[in-house]
Structures are given as C-alpha cells and as structure tokens.
C-alpha cells in the first residue's frame, strides 16, 4: 500500500530570493503553468503585498490545478489577526491556501523579535485560527526550525503545536540556515513524531548551505513527513533550496520511494523534466548547469572508450535510469581519449552508419586528435565535431562560402559627449555562384553596444540568400573563451552555444591566435549544422 507524499513548490517565493533573480509578473505565470503541468501539489506564488510583481501575479493568478498558495508571516504582536495590515494583504490574495512563516527558535523569538516566547506562541495560534476561520488552508513555516530545536527542543515543538491545534494542514520543519546534516534531520524528524506531531501533516522544507539539501529532504521523508518543499533547479538564496528537478524523480525512480509513495506527478510528466528545468534557465537567461542530476547536459555523458564500449552493448553498465524517463539524452563526447566506440556511437546519433574497421574511423579519430593538439575541444563541442566527422567522409554539403570579413572597432564620442564604443562587420560570401555583401554593426535595438562577434554574427546571417530565412530562429545563448597556451604561443578557443526555434541546442568551437577568426570559425559551424539539420528534416519530411 502506497501513501501520499505532496510536493510543495517556492520558486517564486523563496527562489525568488536567489541572488541576480527577479521575475516578471508574466513570467511568474509561465513557470505556475509549467508547474502545474508538471504535477506538483502546492505551487507558492509569493507574498502579496511584500512588492508590485507578486501583488500583480496574485491579482490576476492563473487557474491552475495545483493549490495555489500565497505566502506571509504571523500577524505581529500588539494587534490582533484580523487588524494587521501585513496579514491583511496576504488573506486579501484569495488563495485556498495559506503559509505563514513564524519562529520557532527561541533566540530568534526574545532578539529578533523582541517578544516573550508566549506572545510569540499566541501570534502563531492566532494567525492560523485567522486562516481557518475563513476557510482557507493554513500552512505554518516553522522558520530556524532545527537550530531551535537543537537549543531548545521543548519550545520548538510548542510553536509547532500551537499552529497544529489552531488547525494548520501542515507544519513545515525548515532547516532555515542549510547546516543541519541529514542524519540529524531524520534523528530530530523521528523525536518529533515520537512527541505526538502526526508525519502526516509535517512537511520539510531545507536549505543547501552543506550541498545537502535532497539528501536532507529525503531524511526527513524516511523519518516520517508527507511533504517535500523545494524549487526548480534548486533556485534560493545564498546557496538555494532542495532541488525538485532532483527530488522528483528520485521519489518517482529510485526504491524504496518508487513503490511506497505516490505523487501528483505521472511518469508521462516526468518526461518534460528537463524542458521544465531549461525552460527557467531560459527565463533566468543563464545557461543550464551541465553537471546537474537527471537533467544535465551532461548527465548521461560518456567520455571514456571504455565506457562507451559497454554503453553500446549495454546502456545500464553506465546509466542509473533511461535518460528519455526525464526528457534528457545520452551523449558520447569526443575527444582525444576517445576510441573507435565512442566515435561509432556518436556517429550513430548524428545519422551516420560507419561500419566497424572502416578506415574513415581511422582518419577521423586522427583528426580529432590532431586539432585538440592545436587547442579545439570536441568534448562539449558536439555539432562540431559532427561537421568534422562529415567532411572526412564526404557527406558534408557547401551550403555557401566566405570569400572575406572585415571587422572594425572605433571609439567614438556620442552625442552626449560620451565615449562610446561600435563595431562594425563586413562579410563577403558566395551562394549559389552568387557574391553577396552584408555591413552590419554591433548595436542593437536600444542602442547598445553588443559588440564585434554581434555584428559578425549579424552580418554573416543577413544575406545568405535562400538559407537567411532558415536561420532566423536561430540565436546565441552562450559565448566563451579561453587561452589554451600561454606566452607568445597563446591561442583562443571560442564556444558558442546555440538554439532554435525548435527547442534544439548545439555546441560548437573555433581556436585562432586572434579571438575574431576563433569567434568566426564557431559562427560558421553553427550555421553550418543548422542548415545540416534542416534540410535533412526537409528531406524526410518529403
């Protein structure tokens, strides 16, 4: 017999508290949706009143099947619930469901506050009595929750008692400042259930200051709580909050959990795991954590031959679980400790079939390993190394050809007498027997200086004849650089990320002693395996 674990969403509260964060009304929005197609039980949207964005989202919410929860803290003391302004504006939201957060260690009750530990119990019951009272579903946030027990186990569990026997659905244990370890929590978890607080209406809610906050979460769900708070890719302040995109599906996949819990989440769902993560990096404009669990880029990456052997008779000998169960891939980098299975397989992916001792497997590997000697990286540089791969076996297409490129930078002052800087990009390239000639400078739409590789990259993509409309959708979402040498022998490695229209991200590198000619020859990769890519799916299509 299976028993319900809910599984409560802060990213736009509490993930809204990470560092360079700030989410857009319309993008709150955007993520509550992605959210609740996802499954999860309780979606918190913020803390109406607290700031425009979060009274804005509140005022218009979204209909969604998850409870949609606004968040606040107790009423304060010297008033009642019903007379306090802060309070007011959160019951105001119209959710069905509420979470306040309050304290529950004493130091932080008689110094931060500046009340007696009874007052502080009296806010607490008061406030959740207020919510009940208007049929709302009140949620406590037992904030310091672990450190305060740890000081003073009696008082912690008397703020969490006080909000249980007010009518809270939940308690939530919060492991506010992220050091308690996670055989302290199951330990502390355990006792509290021992004292008479039923798991059933406890949640966790833990911080990851020790990189431990799943770790932490799933203690805590082994010693006995029936809720797991977290948010998207971890998002929180200092070092964020548990990872759902981690929690869910080792609560979905991974034993004992798999059979002795159910979630919101079906397993149809999970397989938009890793759109749901990337989607929020895109929001955020960062680029994906390549090493993350589950949904990394590089979470079913296998570099070494001797793994990529086994892969291809196996893909268990080195994968947890399938990669497409969360919406991820399985890749096989290239580089130069690769063997002819790495290549064979990677090769596979790409669509082409190279038969085992072929000699092209040869003078491919060789290649490889040659222009890794001169400083390129084919281990993230994958849609290179395909374009690589396909010339030496001949079935790389010319789509056009650069004839020449100028790039310009000058210093100039604008007309506020400021210095400002502009570049400006001429490229020459040839399609269809046809020269053609594009000027492009390196300002964009406001008026900013985005800088020589833009209008390289605007110049390049502005007249290619019939292949400019098929590159529209394309764009850079990440651009770096590295000296791979020192002294006078320096070299630059360029790697740019890009994506499409079609939710595809690919990875290509240029390497130069002149970081123009390194940023040019990825450009020209990465419109080479786009227009690769289109005209095969154009060519299936018929």
Known sequence: MTERLYLYDTTLRDGQQTQGVQFSTLEKKQIAQALDDLGVDYIEGGWPGANPTDSAFFDKAPDTRATLTAFGMTKRAGRSAENDDVLAAVMNAGTKSVCLVGKS????????????LEENLDNIAQSVAHIVAQGREALFDAEHFFDGYKANPDYALAACRAALEA????????????????????????????????????????????ENAVACSLAAVDAGVRQVQGTLNGLGERCGNANLTTLIPTLLLKE?????YETGVPQGALARLTTVSRMLDEILNRVPQKQAAYVGASAFAHK???????????????????????????????????????????????????????????????????????????????????????????????????????????????????????SEAVVVVKVDGEKLLSVSESLDPSGSDRGPVNALAKALR??????????????????KVRITQGGTEAVTRVIIDSEDGKGRRWSTVGVSPNILDASFDALLDAMNWKLLRDAAEAADAV
């Open 105 to 116: 260690h004493d130091y932080h009750v008689t110094a931060a506050l500046g009340i007696t």
């Open 256 to 260: 004992p959990y798999a059979s002795a």
């Open 304 to 422: 070494a031959g001797l793994h990529a052997s086994a892969i291809l008779k196996d893909p268990s000998t080195y994968e947890h679980i399938e990669p497409a169960v969360v919406g991820n891939s399985r890749v096989i980098p290239m580089s130069n400790q690769a063997g002819q299975s790495n290549l064979r397989r990677r090769l596979a992916e790409a669509g082409l079939t190279v038969e085992k001792g072929d000699p092209a497997l040869g003078r491919i590997l060789e290649r490889v390993k040659e222009r890794e000697t001169e400083g390129y990286s084919y281990d993230t540089a994958q849609a290179s190394f395909e374009l690589l791969a396909r010339e030496e076996l001949g079935q790389m297409p010319q789509f056009f050809e650069v004839k020449r490129y100028k790039v310009t930078v000058e210093r100039r002052k604008n007309k506020y007498d400021e210095m400002i800087s502009l």
């Open 462 to 479: 502005k007249d290619l004849g019939r292949y400019s409309k098929v590159l529209d959708d394309m764009r850079l979402v990440d651009f």
């Open 167 to 210: 009518g809270a659905r939940w308690v939530v244990l919060c492991d506010t400042n992220g050091g308690t370890l996670p055989h302290e929590v199951h330990r502390i978890v355990s006792e509290v259930i021992a004292a008479g607080l039923p798991g059933d209406h406890l949640g966790i809610h833990t911080h990851n200051d020790t």
